[in-house]
C-alpha cells in the first residue's frame, strides 16, 4: 500500500515525462517569443542536471518511486529550468517579463500545493521534503541571478546563500547535523519567492523594489543564522554522534 498513488522516477508521468515537458516548453517559448537556441540549450542542460541529481537522490536515500507530491515538486523543478532559460536570454538578447513572471507565478502556486497533496496522500517523505527544499532553492537562484540585472549583484546572496549553507556542512560536519522543523523557514522561503517575482515583474519603484530585496535578504539571514546558532551549540554532540540525514535547508 505504501506504493500507492507513486511512479517509476524512469517512467510514465516521471522524470522522462518531465523532460519531455520541458523540451516542449522549451520549443513553445522559441515560438511564440523567440526564445534564442543558446538560452534553450542552457534550460535543457538544467533539465539534464535535475535528472541526474535526482536520480542520485532517489538512490541515496533508498528511495524506488516519486509519489504524487513529488511530481507536483518535479514539474515545479522544470518550470525552474524554463525559467532559467528565460533568464540566460535576458542577458543575452532581451527580457520576456510577462512570460518570465506568469511561469514564477505559477512554480509558486505549485510550491503551495505539493506539501498537501503530500499530506492528504500519506506520501510524505523525508525524500520529499529534501526534493521540495532543493526545487525552491534553485528556483530563488534563477530568479536572483535575473533581478541582479538591474538590481545589482548583491542581490544574488539571496540566491546563493542555501548553497554556501550547504557547502559548509561538507567543511564542517556540525554544521550537515538534522535541524529541527520550522514553520518559519517556509514563511521566509515564500517571502523569498514572493518578492523576487515582484521584482521581477518590474512593478515597483527601483527604491521600494530595493528595499523590499533588503527585508527579504535579512529575513533570510536571521533564519540561517539562528540554524548555524543552533548548530554551533550542538556541535560537540554532533561530533560524538553524526546525524544520519539533513533536513533540506531553505531558508
Same mark, same amino acid.
Given at each position: 500500500? &505504501?506504493?500507492?498513488?507513486?511512479?517509476?522516477?524512469?517512467?510514465? @508521468?516521471?522524470?522522462?515525462?518531465?523532460?519531455?515537458?520541458?523540451?516542449?516548453?522549451?520549443?513553445?517559448?522559441?515560438?511564440?517569443?523567440? !526564445?534564442?537556441?543558446?538560452?534553450?540549450?542552457?534550460?535543457?542542460?538544467?533539465?539534464?542536471?535535475?535528472?541526474?541529481?535526482? #536520480?542520485?537522490?532517489?538512490?541515496?536515500?533508498? /528511495?524506488?518511486?516519486?509519489?504524487?507530491?513529488? !511530481?507536483?515538486? =518535479?514539474?515545479? $523543478?522544470? =518550470?525552474?529550468?524554463?525559467?532559467?532559460?528565460?533568464?540566460?536570454?535576458?542577458?543575452?538578447?532581451?527580457?520576456?517579463?510577462?512570460?518570465?513572471?506568469?511561469?514564477?507565478?505559477?512554480?509558486?502556486?505549485?510550491?503551495?500545493?505539493?506539501?498537501?497533496?503530500? #499530506?492528504?496522500?500519506?506520501?510524505?517523505?523525508?525524500?520529499?521534503? &529534501?526534493?521540495?527544499?532543493?526545487?525552491?532553492?534553485?528556483?530563488?537562484? *534563477?530568479?536572483?541571478?535575473?533581478?541582479?540585472?538591474?538590481?545589482?549583484?548583491?542581490?544574488?546572496?539571496?540566491? /546563493?546563500?542555501?548553497?554556501?549553507?550547504?557547502?559548509?556542512?561538507?567543511?564542517? @560536519?556540525?554544521?550537515?547535523?538534522?535541524? @529541527?522543523? #520550522?514553520?518559519?523557514?517556509?514563511?521566509? /522561503?515564500? *517571502?523569498?519567492?514572493? +518578492?523576487?517575482?515582484? $521584482?521581477?515583474?518590474? +512593478? !515597483?519603484?527601483?527604491?521600494? &523594489?530595493?528595499?523590499?530585496? +533588503?527585508?527579504?535578504?535579512?529575513? =533570510?539571514?536571521?533564519?540561517?543564522?539562528?540554524?548555524? *546558532?543552533?548548530?554551533?551549540? #550542538?556541535?560537540?554532540?554532533?561530533?560524538?554522534?553524526?546525524?544520519?540525514?539533513?533536513?533540506?535547508? !531553505?531558508?
Amino acid at each position: 500500500m &505504501r506504493d500507492l498513488g507513486r511512479v517509476s522516477v524512469a517512467s510514465g @508521468p516521471g522524470l522522462a515525462g518531465a523532460l519531455a515537458g520541458l523540451a516542449a516548453l522549451l520549443a513553445v517559448l522559441a515560438a511564440t517569443i523567440g !526564445l534564442g537556441t543558446p538560452a534553450a540549450a542552457l534550460g535543457l542542460a538544467c533539465g539534464v542536471g535535475l535528472a541526474g541529481a535526482l #536520480r542520485h537522490g532517489l538512490a541515496a536515500s533508498g /528511495t524506488a518511486r516519486l509519489g504524487p507530491a513529488d !511530481l507536483v515538486t =518535479l514539474t515545479r $523543478a522544470a =518550470l525552474a529550468c524554463g525559467i532559467a532559460a528565460l533568464v540566460a536570454d535576458a542577458y543575452l538578447r532581451h527580457p520576456a517579463v510577462p512570460t518570465l513572471v506568469t511561469l514564477t507565478v505559477v512554480a509558486l502556486v505549485l510550491d503551495a500545493v505539493d506539501g498537501r497533496v503530500a #499530506r492528504q496522500s500519506g506520501t510524505a517523505s523525508a525524500f520529499g521534503a &529534501r526534493f521540495d527544499g532543493e526545487a525552491d532553492a534553485f528556483l530563488i537562484l *534563477v530568479l536572483s541571478v535575473y533581478i541582479a540585472r538591474e538590481a545589482g549583484a548583491w542581490v544574488l546572496a539571496i540566491g /546563493t546563500v542555501r548553497y554556501v549553507f550547504g557547502a559548509a556542512g561538507w567543511l564542517w @560536519p556540525w554544521m550537515g547535523c538534522t535541524l @529541527p522543523f #520550522r514553520d518559519w523557514r517556509k514563511v521566509v /522561503t515564500a *517571502v523569498q519567492g514572493i +518578492v523576487l517575482c515582484v $521584482a521581477a515583474a518590474d +512593478v !515597483l519603484p527601483d527604491g521600494v &523594489r530595493d528595499l523590499a530585496l +533588503v527585508v527579504a535578504l535579512a529575513l =533570510l539571514a536571521e533564519s540561517f543564522g539562528r540554524d548555524v *546558532v543552533w548548530l554551533w551549540l #550542538r556541535r560537540a554532540h554532533a561530533r560524538e554522534r553524526p546525524a544520519e540525514s539533513t533536513e533540506a535547508r !531553505l531558508p
